[in-house]
């Protein structure tokens, strides 16, 4: 696989080294070398949702079966669920178990034809929290108001502060600024929103 690398020593400045991984991408051959080396790994403890995602859209291509096994609590787990959903959309057989996944393998991606990218709540917070925090209604148009995107809860979480949150009949969301309050957030499934969150608690009265 290393052979595949390219290394720019100093690039793009003094002091930086660059690694350009899409030769590697590009190469079938140091994919499955990779894909297959992951048959070696027995155990991995407190998976988060980016790890999980990174074996289970690795897990189709292994020549054998893999059973994902989780030994503790996953978190994000919005995370994941939409990753599965996806998987499925495109042609990858998974089973969810009570503590993991079973994933058959020598499966093959297929393309789902035109598929439609929802937006990104993520992103979107930002705009919904100028919303609350500033002096005028923000509007953010797109988002999907039965998302399964773990995020979406920013549409909640600004409610319970304090700002006034509307569904448009479009399909956008208008958010007004509010008497906000300090209010007591888990973000443990919702890591993305926590900087965002941050910003709008320090408009908020109280702690």
């Known amino acids: 696989m290393i ?28 994919f499955r070398e990779v894909v297959e080396a992951l048959k070696q790994a027995t155990t991995a403890p407190n998976v988060a949702a980016p790890e999980a995602r990174a ?5 189709p291509l292994l020549s054998e079966d893999t059973y994902i096994h989780l030994t503790t609590r996953l978190t994000s787990r919005s995370y994941v669920d939409m990753t599965v959903m996806m998987l499925q959309k495109f042609g990858i057989a998974i089973t969810e178990r009570s503590d993991g996944w079973f994933v058959p393998g020598n499966q093959k991606y297929r393309a789902a034809g035109t598929f439609p990218v929802e937006c990104d709540y993520s992103n979107a917070a930002f705009a919904l929290a100028a919303g609350a925090i500033g002096k005028a209604p923000v509007v953010v148009s797109g988002l999907h108001p039965h998302s399964a995107q773990g995020d979406r809860a920013i549409l909640e979480l600004l409610s319970r502060f304090g700002a006034s949150v509307e569904m448009l009949f479009d399909g956008g969301v208008k958010v007004s600024p509010g008497a906000l309050k300090a209010i007591t957030i888990d973000a443990e499934n919702i890591p993305d929103l926590v900087p965002i969150l941050c910003v709008v608690s320090c408009f908020a009265q109280g702690e």
């Open 55 to 59: 074996f289970l859209f690795t897990a």
């Open 3 to 30: 052979e595949t690398l390219k290394f720019y020593k100093n690039f793009p400045k003094e002091g930086i080294n660059f690694i350009d991984i899409i030769p590697f991408l590009q190469s079938k051959k140091a």
